[in-house]
C-alpha cells in the first residue's frame, strides 16, 4: 500500500509540474479532443492535487496514525476528495470567473477620455491612446473640430469613422469646484 501512496504522490507532482509547463502546448496539440471530459471536477489543478494529496496523507497515515493500510487509504481518499472540491470551489471556479479580455469594439470607444500621443494637426491625423478594460490601444485620431491638439493634452472621443477617432479637447469642469 505504501508504494500505492509513494506512486500517487509522484504522479500527482509529476502531473502538476506538466500541467504548469506543457498545459497549453498539450491542450493545442489536442486541439478539443477530450472536451467530452469537461466537467468542472476533472480540471488539471484538481486532479493533480486531489492526487498528491492522496499519497501525501496516505504516506502520513501509515506512518504516524493508528489506521492498518485500509484505514489509511480510505482516511487518505475522504481528504483528497474534500481538497478536490475545496481547490475547485476556491481557486477553479473563482479562476475561470475572472478571466479579463483586452478586446473592445471600436464603436464603444466614443465617450472616452484619452490622451494624444501623436499631435492631431488641423486637417490630418495623430494618434490617442486609449485604456481599455486590462490593456491599452493606441488607435488613429482626428480633430473633430478641425484645431490643432498637442501631445500630452485629454481628448474625448465624439466619433467613430472609418476607422478613425474623432476627438475634442476635454475640459474637465469639476477642478474648479
Wanted: proline content about 3%.
Amino acid at each position: 500500500m505504501e508504494q500505492l501512496f509513494w506512486g500517487c504522490f509522484a504522479f500527482g507532482i509529476l502531473l502538476s509540474v506538466v500541467s504548469v509547463l506543457l498545459g497549453d502546448v498539450i491542450s493545442q496539440a489536442m486541439d478539443g479532443v477530450l472536451d467530452f471530459l469537461s466537467v468542472d471536477f476533472f480540471q488539471p489543478m484538481v486532479v493533480a492535487g486531489a492526487v498528491t494529496i492522496f499519497g501525501g496523507a496516505g504516506i502520513l497515515l501509515l506512518e504516524y496514525s493508528p489506521f492498518g493500510a485500509i484505514g489509511a487509504a480510505i482516511a487518505a481518499l475522504l481528504l483528497a476528495t474534500i481538497s478536490g472540491w475545496l481547490i475547485l470551489a476556491f481557486y477553479v471556479r473563482p479562476m475561470k470567473r475572472s478571466e479579463r479580455s483586452t478586446g473592445f469594439a471600436m464603436a464603444e470607444l466614443a465617450g472616452r477620455i484619452c490622451e494624444v500621443i501623436v499631435p492631431i494637426p488641423v486637417s490630418g491625423f495623430g494618434e490617442v491612446l486609449i485604456r481599455t478594460g486590462a490593456g491599452h490601444t493606441n488607435q488613429v485620431a482626428v480633430s473633430f473640430e478641425n484645431v490643432a491638439i498637442q501631445a500630452g493634452e485629454q481628448v474625448v472621443i465624439v466619433e467613430v469613422n472609418d476607422g478613425a477617432v474623432y476627438v475634442s479637447r476635454f475640459e474637465n469642469t469639476s477642478e474648479g469646484v
